[in-house]
């Protein structure tokens, strides 16, 4: 079977493309797969992508690269389109609503044509014009799923299937290292200044815990601001970005998030696949999803007082290594469910499930 999987970008640090790149290499120890890009922005993807697996690009946006037709929005369309009409394959996956409206206008109709969600359903006219036309959409959690199955009024079967984690083997924690660690972009919805106001109660407490930022964005500034203004420099440390945060995560012994959303969940998980327990805000449509707490993780109440309960919440833990080792078997435990064999014999089912149209 060969499979595509169309992203906006495979060059970007997102957890969705590390995500996608997981799922690629395991589907390519079986299938023909490849990953179309529709920008390329530089040399290589930021996540190493299987030898297997075939990358191609619509729009190289390099600097320095000669184009045909003018740029912008359109060129990228118009090559898209092109690609799409000519595309020779079985199945293709798109991991965008934009996207997948254009597989759903553009792309033969002998392909099965599948769209990957994990935000909101968005409520503009094309997508409940147009994704009648494709064979199934694939959330990556149950809530997501019921609330695309409502938008979508059983027009399309919606099923739910996890993101996957790397290939194993994964590195697994010690829980020895007074380490707290933090990843994703550094972007307002993931708050990661509530995680810096947290640890500065910790830091006041149990000085020798060190906090570790992992990414990157347009947060950065005032972020690294606030850890001035706490006077957390020898505590807090932004470690810039790695496309292993798997392997970052095992240095640490919690792994924090303070999202106000985590659609997404690569962090969560990676974590769980460290054997790291998560500590999280208990958000609507939020790392719940993954952790369950008191096994896997702990989740704390948003609203009034949150600052000092997170900060408490990660006192008790840093002050409790027995419950930590408990919680961090928890998370071993869970993150089976997101093992890349398992995700992608889902999406096996699935494809030959479902019909083509005729």
């Known amino acids: ?209 060190r906090l570790r930022l992992y990414g990157g964005g347009p947060e950065e500034k005032r972020l690294r601001a606030l850890v001035g203004d706490l006077d957390l420099h020898n505590h807090v440390y932004f470690m810039g970005t790695t496309s292993d945060l798997t392997g970052e995560f095992a240095k640490a012994s919690i792994v924090a998030t303070t999202s106000r959303t985590e659609v997404l969940g690569m962090t969560v998980i990676e974590a769980m696949a460290s054997g790291v327990p998560v500590i999280a805000f208990d958000s609507p449509r939020g790392p719940g999803e993954f952790v369950t707490d008191g096994r896997s993780g702990v989740l704390v109440a948003e609203g009034e007082g949150e600052i000092e309960a997170y900060a408490s919440a990660l006192l008790t833990l840093i002050d409790d290594e027995r419950r930590r080792r408990t919680l961090s078997a928890g998370a071993l435990e869970a993150a089976r469910t997101y093992g890349a064999p398992s995700v992608a014999e889902q999406w096996e089912k699935l494809f030959a499930a479902t019909s083509r149209p005729a």
């Not at 006219?125 to 199955?149: C, G, H, N």
Request: aromatic residues 6%; charged residues 25%; positive net charge.
């Open 1 to 209: 079977m060969r499979i595509c999987l169309l992203v906006p970008s495979a060059y970007g640090m997102r957890g969705d493309v590390r995500s996608i790149v997981n799922l690629a290499g395991e589907l390519a120890e079986r299938h023909d797969v490849e990953i179309i890009s529709v920008r390329r922005h530089r040399e290589r993807p930021f996540f190493p992508v299987a030898s297997g697996v075939e990358l191609s690009w619509v729009v190289d946006g390099r600097p320095g690269v000669r184009h045909l037709l003018p740029g912008g929005r359109m060129r990228a369309e118009v090559a898209l389109w092109r690609r799409l009409r000519g595309l020779r394959a079985d199945v293709i996956v798109s991991t965008r609503p934009g996207l997948s409206v254009q597989v759903a206008r553009h792309a033969p109709r002998a392909l099965l044509r599948v769209a990957r969600e994990w935000g909101r359903p968005p409520v503009p006219a094309p997508i409940k014009r147009f994704y009648p036309r494709l064979d199934a959409v694939v959330t990556s959690t149950e809530t997501a799923r019921q609330e695309w199955d409502g938008l979508l009024a059983g027009t399309v079967p919606v099923t739910a299937i996890p993101d996957a984690l790397p290939a194993g083997p994964w590195p697994r924690s010690r829980m020895d290292n007074r380490i707290v660690a933090a990843g994703g972009r550094l972007v307002p919805v993931k708050a990661h200044d509530r995680l810096i106001r947290a640890f500065a109660v910790v830091a006041g407490k149990r000085p020798d815990w």
